[in-house]
């Protein structure tokens, strides 16, 4: 009895490590509620409404019956319409609309990309910092993750070899995450078309996220894998979603591109999992697609701006070493030359130890490195107010500046 106390869940949910970004933005907010003044970098989201235009849509199909109903658990035609269009449109490559999974957002793409071609056993070559979901996720569906990292020397970015030198018999597929949450690295063209065409050479699924690819900085070029190795198209599973880009992230839909066998399989999968993803949501991404990109332009401008001030001030303090993010919404400094320092007489070992230390003594919540892979790191998000990411960015200069 008292091990079945011990071990009431699953050995299965037991693994599942807790979303360690969700987990710092939740403390943040918990310490606000209590009145501490906590400015929190943890977020994953745009701080903006979403454009009124697909909440007035959203609202005026509430009353539509057709979206009181069951809908194809592959998603409304219409949705699955707009995202082939929206794929031509922004990645140059045409697809059909039976090649498109709408999804509850673009963590059940995920899931259900690792589900549709893993086995027990089979491995994932992960560049590694990496989303704090993704080696969850290849867990659930019986894969095994293999690391492959690359630091601030790197830009955070890997090569054919090292992803070569990973390679085993038993690596079945790569994530190729571009921008990057949390490095806000982007993969240039000739970098993604060689890591594609390696993948091609030996036959290796590619589950590319390309969550956040309108958010590009100081002129980066967009790299699409199968428009840029068209053969690969029978081998890449293409995760999006209208959550970064629209500021949509409570409206949870995403989707899935690929071949036809594998989005067929994953909508099964998926109909007995949720059915179809909720109408009125559908709809509101329906009209983000359909619209234009103004709004996204406007919040891409005001992540710039925010980018840029953000890198100044941390390029100021001592013992970090910043690369430039040239997307997503994330900065990732190391912070290697700040551990085993003294600073106002406390001496961190890791960047977990120098998160909890900044929260306690600056009142400011970053994301350590070990949510994303080794220690080292810290993740800062500028998807916040001006106002605040000066306050918060400044607290950390005097703390870090205070040292024995």
């Given at each position: 009895?008292?091990?079945?106390?011990?071990?009431?869940?699953?050995?299965?949910?037991?693994?599942?490590?807790?979303?360690?970004?969700?987990?710092?933005?939740?403390?943040?907010?918990?310490?606000?509620?209590?009145?501490?003044?906590?400015?929190?970098?943890?977020?994953?989201e745009?701080?903006?409404?979403?454009?009124?235009?697909?909440?007035?849509?959203?609202?005026?199909?509430?009353?539509?019956?057709r979206?009181?109903?069951?809908?194809?658990?592959?998603?409304?035609?219409?949705?699955?319409?707009?995202?082939?269009?929206?794929?031509?449109?922004?990645?140059?490559?045409?697809?059909?609309?039976?090649?498109?999974?709408?999804?509850?957002?673009?963590?059940?793409?995920?899931?259900?990309?690792?589900?549709?071609?893993?086995?027990?056993?089979?491995?994932?070559?992960?560049?590694?910092?990496?989303?704090?979901?993704?080696?969850?996720?290849?867990?659930?569906?019986?894969g095994?993750?293999?690391?492959?990292?690359?630091?601030?020397?790197?830009?955070?970015?890997?090569?054919?070899?090292?992803?070569?030198?990973?390679?085993?018999?038993?690596?079945?597929?790569?994530l190729?995450?571009?921008?990057?949450?949390?490095?806000?690295?982007?993969?240039?063209?000739?970098?993604?078309?060689?890591?594609?065409?390696?993948?091609?050479?030996?036959?290796?699924?590619?589950?590319?996220?390309?969550?956040?690819?309108?958010?590009?900085?100081?002129?980066?070029?967009?790299?699409?894998?199968?428009?840029?190795?068209?053969?690969?198209?029978?081998?890449?599973?293409?995760?999006?979603?209208?959550?970064?880009?629209y500021?949509?992230?409570?409206?949870?839909?995403?989707?899935?591109?690929?071949?036809?066998?594998?989005?067929?399989?994953?909508?099964s999968?998926?109909?007995?999992?949720?059915?179809?993803?909720?109408?009125?949501?559908?709809?509101?991404?329906?009209?983000?697609?359909?619209?234009?990109?103004?709004?996204?332009?406007?919040?891409?401008?005001?992540?710039?701006?925010?980018?840029r001030?953000?890198?100044?001030?941390?390029?100021?303090?001592?013992?970090?070493?910043?690369?430039?993010?040239?997307?997503?919404?994330?900065?990732?400094?190391?912070?290697?030359?700040?551990?085993?320092?003294?600073?106002?007489?406390?001496t961190?070992?890791?960047?977990?130890?120098?998160?909890?230390?900044?929260?306690?003594?600056?009142?400011?919540?970053?994301?350590?490195?070990?949510?994303?892979?080794?220690?080292?790191?810290?993740?800062?998000s500028?998807?916040?107010s001006?106002?605040?990411?000066?306050?918060?960015?400044?607290?950390?200069?005097?703390?870090?500046?205070?040292?024995?």
């Amino acid at each position: 009895m008292s091990n079945q106390t011990a071990h009431r869940a699953s050995a299965r949910l037991r693994s599942i490590t807790p979303s360690a970004t969700l987990a710092v933005d939740a403390k943040a907010k918990a310490l606000k509620a209590q009145g501490v003044p906590v400015i929190g970098f943890g977020a994953g989201e745009p701080d903006f409404p979403t454009p009124n235009q697909i909440v007035e849509a959203a609202a005026k199909a509430c009353h539509d019956p057709r979206m009181h109903r069951y809908s194809p658990a592959s998603g409304l035609p219409e949705l699955r319409e707009a995202i082939a269009a929206k794929t031509l449109r922004d990645s140059g490559y045409e697809v059909d609309p039976s090649q498109i999974l709408v999804t509850n957002g673009g963590k059940q793409a995920l899931f259900e990309a690792f589900a549709a071609v893993l086995d027990p056993g089979d491995e994932v070559l992960l560049p590694t910092p990496y989303w704090t979901t993704y080696p969850e996720a290849i867990k659930l569906a019986g894969g095994t993750t293999v690391p492959v990292f690359a630091g601030a020397d790197q830009d955070y970015k890997v090569t054919v070899d090292q992803l070569e030198e990973a390679r085993t018999d038993k690596t079945v597929a790569l994530l190729h995450c571009s921008p990057s949450n949390p490095t806000g690295t982007v993969y240039t063209p000739e970098e993604t078309r060689q890591i594609g065409q390696w993948a091609l050479e030996h036959g290796i699924w590619v589950i590319t996220d390309e969550i956040y690819e309108h958010l590009l900085y100081d002129g980066t070029q967009t790299a699409h894998v199968v428009k840029l190795v068209p053969e690969l198209a029978d081998q890449t599973l293409v995760l999006n979603g209208v959550a970064k880009t629209y500021a949509m992230t409570g409206w949870r839909v995403g989707w899935m591109v690929g071949p036809q066998d594998m989005v067929k399989a994953a909508t099964s999968f998926q109909s007995h999992l949720t059915s179809n993803v909720n109408n009125v949501a559908q709809w509101a991404a329906k009209t983000a697609l359909e619209g234009g990109l103004e709004d996204v332009e406007r919040m891409r401008q005001a992540f710039d701006r925010r980018r840029r001030t953000m890198i100044d001030m941390l390029s100021e303090i001592e013992g970090l070493t910043v690369p430039t993010p040239k997307g997503a919404f994330y900065a990732y400094p190391s912070v290697e030359g700040l551990l085993n320092t003294s600073i106002r007489g406390t001496t961190c070992t890791t960047s977990a130890e120098l998160a909890d230390f900044i929260l306690k003594e600056a009142e400011v919540a970053v994301v350590p490195g070990e949510a994303f892979g080794p220690s080292g790191f810290i993740r800062l998000s500028y998807a916040l107010s001006d106002d605040d990411l000066a306050e918060g960015v400044g607290r950390i200069q005097k703390l870090l500046a205070d040292r024995n």
